[in-house]
């Protein structure tokens, strides 16, 4: 992947921290269930091999918000892993107001109507959401990697 930096969707971004704090956890988390300890593995493949990891302000939130469904005692643990992610991350703003311009707003939600107004071929999205992955494919055939394409290789 030659892209200068890539944009990790929430659902990811949720299987990136909690696979970090313990891969037996992935199949505790609830919103985590259709994953397994080898898609984190080919998740932290795929960002291995970019130098930017990207996010919005809107998917960390939707990422905290996610993570705040699981009980303690891990939950401090991923509100800890989250806090290294953030400041391992390249936080990316878009304003509502133009997200909320995007036309696939009502259809996609704020996050990703913001996901899709940065997502480019030189900064792809990675995502297991095919509605997103199919909007942001308009913009070129580069600009979206779809995470259920990679799992299971």
Same mark, same amino acid.
């Given at each position: 992947?030659?892209?200068?930096? @890539?944009?990790?969707?929430?659902?990811?971004? +949720?299987?990136?921290?909690?696979?970090?704090?313990?891969?037996?956890?992935?199949?505790?988390?609830?919103? @985590? %269930?259709?994953?397994?300890?080898?898609?984190?593995?080919? @998740?932290?493949?795929?960002?291995? %091999?970019?130098? %930017?990891?990207?996010?919005?302000?809107?998917?960390?939130?939707?990422?905290?918000?996610?993570?705040?469904?699981?009980?303690?005692?891990?939950?401090?643990?991923?509100?800890?892993?989250? %806090?290294?992610?953030?400041?391992?991350?390249?936080?990316?703003? +878009?304003?509502?107001?133009?997200?909320?311009?995007?036309?696939?707003?009502?259809?996609?939600?704020?996050?990703?109507?913001?996901?899709?107004?940065?997502?480019?071929?030189?900064?792809?999205?990675?995502?297991?959401?095919?509605? @997103?992955?199919?909007?942001?494919?308009?913009?070129?055939?580069?600009?979206?990697?779809?995470?259920?394409?990679?799992?299971?290789?």
């Amino acid at each position: 992947m030659a892209a200068a930096g @890539l944009f990790i969707d929430a659902n990811l971004l +949720v299987l990136l921290v909690v696979g970090s704090v313990g891969r037996d956890l992935i199949a505790k988390h609830r919103r @985590l %269930r259709e994953y397994t300890e080898e898609d984190y593995e080919t @998740l932290v493949d795929v960002l291995s %091999r970019v130098d %930017r990891v990207l996010v919005t302000p809107n998917t960390l939130t939707e990422t905290s918000n996610l993570l705040a469904q699981h009980a303690e005692p891990e939950r401090s643990r991923f509100f800890d892993r989250l %806090r290294v992610l953030i400041q391992e991350t390249e936080e990316v703003v +878009v304003a509502s107001t133009q997200a909320s311009n995007n036309s696939e707003f009502r259809r996609l939600g704020l996050t990703d109507a913001a996901l899709l107004e940065v997502a480019t071929e030189e900064t792809p999205l990675v995502t297991v959401d095919l509605d @997103l992955y199919l909007a942001v494919l308009a913009k070129g055939e580069d600009a979206a990697v779809n995470f259920r394409h990679l799992q299971g290789l």
